[in-house]
């Protein structure tokens, strides 16, 4: 059965009128799912009982279940769900001083392989449907509803690569960014990309207000292509003039994330090599403490070596900024605890 919260607000009219009902009934149920945020269709009491039984044949409401949940000591929640499939995804709540931010997966596993990544432990399953990124949002939603609390931004950043199924995220984005229902703004909306370059174009292209991120992790193709293999098909030039397109078009700044990593990437010649990697962009560069994942030799920096490749950025004149490590006390890492669950799952 397929999920309601696959529909955008325009897609859901679309719907109505193929029942042969009228266009409100549409954002009737529009309001239901994303207002009101019932999980059961037979809660839409509004409805005539016809048109209730009629999109029960067909739909349902949530299409994942809460399976785990872990809460960290600062606040982070670690939400494991199981899909209609049997299949495990993440999401991340992270509290910050500005709002609620959710950090959602777009994949079942991820195919791009990054050398330091717990997500890629697990191949790429399948994509997920922009319901079961919706569902991410209104479970966790709806706890915090009955604290009065409220999700203010999103991430794109779990487990998967989201412009490895574009489509899907983009209506995703849409629905949850409509102002008849959750209204999260475009600009409290980041979708997170290892530099699929085709996808920076048509995202360039779609005008919206979204923020992109880079995972950039590396300022030279040699490093980049050990750590990344996505570099090998778009290499740095070639991710750089994406870049440098999708800034002029939509006037819009971007982030670069770089993970720091102990010995690797995070000497004074990485940092001066960055600086004239981005110089003159529009951009910011978002230095992440790196979590550290059984599986990978990889180290993560201490502070001090941390703040130092900071300040030879600041010192060249980037804008940079460190990224407040969450849920260090938990299985934070994208896909850590879905890796471990699906471990248990065979034994
Ligand atoms: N595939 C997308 C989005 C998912 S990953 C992308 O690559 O951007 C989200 C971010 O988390 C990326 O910057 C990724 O490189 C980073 N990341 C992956 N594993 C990590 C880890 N163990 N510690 C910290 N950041 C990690």
Redesign the pocket.
């Known amino acids: 059965m397929q999920s309601l919260y696959d529909f955008n607000y325009e897609q859901i009219q679309q719907l109505a009128l193929d029942y042969g009902w009228k266009k409100f009934r549409g954002h009737q149920i529009f309001q239901w799912l994303y207002r009101k945020r019932v999980f059961q269709i037979d809660e839409m009491s509004d409805l005539s009982l016809d048109t209730r039984e009629k999109l029960k044949e067909s739909f349902i409401i949530n299409p994942c279940k809460i399976v785990d949940k872990q809460v960290s000591s600062d606040g982070t929640v670690k939400y494991l769900f199981e899909l209609s499939d049997g299949a495990y995804v993440e999401s991340v709540l992270m509290i910050y001083d500005y709002g609620k931010s959710i950090?959602v997966s777009?994949q079942v596993g991820?195919n791009?392989g990054?050398d330091?990544?717990?997500?890629g432990l697990l191949k790429k399953r399948r994509d997920l449907t922009s319901g079961e990124m919706v569902a991410q949002v209104l479970s966790v939603q709806k706890e915090l509803d009955e604290k009065n609390e409220r999700i203010s931004h999103i991430?794109?950043?779990?487990?998967?690569?989201?412009?490895?199924n574009y489509e899907n995220v983009m209506n995703f984005a849409a629905t949850v960014n409509h102002d008849r229902g959750l209204g999260i703004g475009g600009r409290h909306i980041t979708i997170?990309?290892?530099?699929i370059v085709p996808k920076i174009y048509a995202f360039a292209q779609a005008h919206t207000q979204y923020n992109l991120?880079?995972?950039l992790?590396a300022p030279n193709n040699e490093l980049r292509n050990q750590l990344?293999p996505v570099n090998k098909a778009y290499p740095l030039e070639v991710l750089m003039e994406a870049v440098r397109y999708y800034t002029t078009l939509n006037n819009r700044r971007l982030t670069f994330?770089y993970?720091l990593l102990r010995g690797v990437n995070d000497s004074d010649e990485h940092a001066a090599q960055l600086a004239k990697l981005i110089h003159g962009l529009n951009a910011y560069v978002n230095l992440?403490?790196?979590?550290?994942?059984d599986e990978?030799g990889?180290r993560?920096v201490d502070v001090q070596s941390a703040m130092k490749f900071y300040d030879k950025l600041m010192k060249r004149n980037i804008r940079v900024t460190i990224r407040k490590e969450h849920g260090g006390d938990i299985d934070a890492?994208?896909?850590?605890l879905r890796a471990k669950k699906e471990k248990q799952r065979m034994e």
Request: hydrophobic share 35%; with cysteine; aromatic share 10%.
């Open positions: 950090c777009s991820c791009m990054c330091f990544c717990a997500s991430v794109v950043m779990g487990t998967g690569e989201p412009f490895d997170s990309t290892c530099g991120a880079i995972s992790h990344m994330e993970i992440i403490p790196y979590n550290e994942v990978h990889y993560s890492a994208c896909g850590q």
